[in-house]
């Protein structure tokens, strides 16, 4: 047997144009892409303002348990743990791998904001403590330097006890020059004051001996006075040099400085204002 010369059967073969239908496969896959792109936009938008609304109540917690955690020394390395936490679990929540890494690197840097707030809070409750200590401190040195019971030597060491202890806390920052003033007023020049008063308290005719009429004379009183209150010899003339030099040692002295300063030591403003509270309560 044998076959045909050919298997074409002499038609004419109709010949189609193939690119119109080509275009459409294409476009219809545009179509698909451009609809997938939407959905992962629409996810990617839901997921971040998840992740946004976690990570803010998060952080916002941290802090608000670091407002009353009495560890302050501490908060420089617990915050960023927890805080690193929060970011983390925020990040979760985005489904695309890309998006989640650009969004994470982002909200690290919300996360180190906080970390700083913090830490620097902190420092600050760390410091206000040191205070309140340097103060309870200080105030031990005092009440044994007002104490007329208490030693000449340990009336000497409290005091410079005292004025050690506030040189070195200005010198390393604990106190600011304003705040080292303060202190020193209250701790030094009213502790002077306070001691006088309980001097003047166990025996009140210290203040009702008349004082004799020339000045040499009511500076070895003056001298007298303070040395037997616990000062030394050297302590007490200068003191008593001092209120020389601003009356004679006359309490009637004409007020100075234009009416504003007045008695043995030209005192003014707060100063003559509580001596003469404590003289009208004498």
Do not use: C
Not at 23 to 45: L, P
Not at 233 to 245: D, M, P, R, T
Not at 259 to 282: D, I
Request: aromatic share 6%.
């Amino acid at each position: 047997l044998s076959g045909a010369s050919s298997m074409r059967s002499g038609r004419a073969i109709a010949s189609y144009d193939t690119t119109a239908i080509g275009r459409g496969i294409s476009a219809a896959g545009d179509a698909i892409s451009g609809i997938g792109a939407q959905i992962r936009e629409r996810d990617n938008a839901l997921d971040i303002a998840r992740a946004e609304a976690y990570k803010t109540k998060g952080l916002l917690d941290v802090q608000n348990e670091f407002d009353v955690d009495p560890d302050y020394s501490t908060f420089g390395k617990r915050a960023p743990v927890k805080t690193g936490e929060v970011v983390k679990n925020a990040a979760n929540l985005i489904r695309d791998p890309n998006m989640r890494q650009r969004w994470f690197l982002g909200a690290q840097n919300d996360a180190a904001r906080y970390n700083d707030s913090i830490h620097d809070r902190g420092v600050t409750l760390g410091r206000q403590a040191d205070v309140v200590a340097l103060d309870d401190a200080l105030e031990v040195n005092r009440r044994i330097y007002v104490d007329p019971d208490t030693s000449d030597d340990v009336k000497k060491k409290a005091r410079a006890d005292i004025e050690g202890t506030l040189a070195t806390a200005e010198a390393t920052g604990l106190l600011t020059p304003e705040g080292a003033n303060a202190f020193r007023k209250k701790y030094v020049e009213d502790a002077d004051y306070s001691r006088g008063e309980l001097a003047v308290q166990r025996d009140p005719n210290i203040i009702s001996r008349p004082l004799p009429q020339n000045v040499a004379g009511r500076a070895g009183a003056a001298m007298a006075f303070y040395m037997g209150r616990g000062y030394t010899k050297e302590q007490a003339a200068g003191i008593v040099g001092n209120l020389i030099a601003e009356s004679n040692l006359n309490p009637t002295v004409a007020p100075g400085d234009n009416g504003t300063a007045f008695g043995v030591g030209q005192w003014r403003g707060e100063r003559v204002t509580r001596l003469k509270r404590f003289a009208a309560a004498s």
